[in-house]
């Protein structure tokens, strides 16, 4: 059996509650909106995986995890997405790359890049947000351009990131499913 994995921030409760709020306040547009137990800010997708695969990065991700302690993460931004992508694909609210965050996500990357063979060595440039919805396309190109809303709306919220998780992602019909396989936390507190 094949996993779809990945390396994740989960948002507090508080936090999901906040962009839930910006979801139902934006405009009826036809996007197909992420459930606020979903959101989460994605470090490293490592894509298909094996049961024999799984425990190396499991234990790959708690060691990397053990050495950064825990620290701040700021969301500033709701926008279209991604930036300079006409149409835009999605809604999402950016984040800072603060040092400590880039440095985990490059760890990370580096660290598990190196195990899963099938990744290759390509990687793309981090860009930390949390994703709000997925804009259906054949429907946003209908809305003549100079009546589409404009999404850009600062925003000021912060959270403390204390783990990470190893996440799988199912496929369904009505959206991704996430189950969290492991909680490796910062600085090894647990």
């Given at each position: 059996?094949?996993?779809?994995?990945?390396?994740?921030?989960?948002?507090?409760?508080?936090?999901?509650?906040?962009?839930?709020?910006?979801?139902?306040?934006?405009?009826?547009?036809?996007?197909?909106?992420?459930?606020?137990?979903?959101?989460?800010?994605?470090?490293?997708?490592?894509?298909?995986?094996?049961?024999?695969?799984?425990?190396?990065?499991?234990?790959?991700?708690?060691?990397?995890?053990?050495?950064?302690?825990?620290?701040?993460?700021?969301?500033?931004?709701?926008?279209?997405?991604?930036?300079?992508?006409?149409?835009?694909?999605?809604?999402?609210?950016?984040?800072?790359?603060?040092?400590?965050?880039?440095?985990l996500q490059n760890d990370l990357e580096r660290r598990l890049f190196?195990?899963?063979?099938?990744?290759?060595?390509?990687?793309?440039?981090?860009?930390?947000?949390?994703?709000?919805?997925?804009?259906?396309?054949?429907?946003?190109?209908?809305?003549?351009?100079?009546?589409?809303?404009?999404?850009?709306?600062?925003?000021?919220?912060?959270?403390?990131?204390?783990?990470?998780?190893?996440?799988?992602?199912?496929?369904?019909?009505?959206?991704?499913?996430?189950?969290?396989l492991k909680r490796c936390p910062l600085s090894d507190r647990d």
């Amino acid at each position: 059996m094949r996993h779809r994995i990945f390396i994740a921030v989960n948002l507090p409760e508080g936090i999901k509650g906040k962009l839930k709020k910006y979801q139902e306040s934006l405009p009826q547009l036809p996007v197909r909106w992420v459930k606020p137990d979903n959101f989460h800010i994605t470090l490293a997708f490592l894509g298909y995986l094996s049961e024999k695969e799984l425990p190396d990065i499991l234990e790959t991700t708690r060691k990397v995890a053990r050495h950064y302690n825990p620290f701040l993460v700021r969301l500033n931004k709701v926008c279209y997405a991604p930036p300079q992508k006409t149409p835009p694909r999605m809604i999402w609210v950016e984040g800072e790359t603060s040092d400590e965050l880039a440095a985990l996500q490059n760890d990370l990357e580096r660290r598990l890049f190196t195990r899963v063979a099938s990744l290759g060595t390509e990687r793309k440039t981090f860009r930390p947000h949390v994703t709000l919805g997925r804009i259906r396309q054949w429907e946003f190109a209908r809305i003549e351009p100079e009546e589409r809303p404009e999404i850009d709306e600062d925003v000021s919220l912060s959270f403390e990131v204390e783990s990470i998780e190893v996440m799988e992602s199912r496929l369904k019909r009505g959206g991704a499913e996430y189950t969290a396989l492991k909680r490796c936390p910062l600085s090894d507190r647990d």
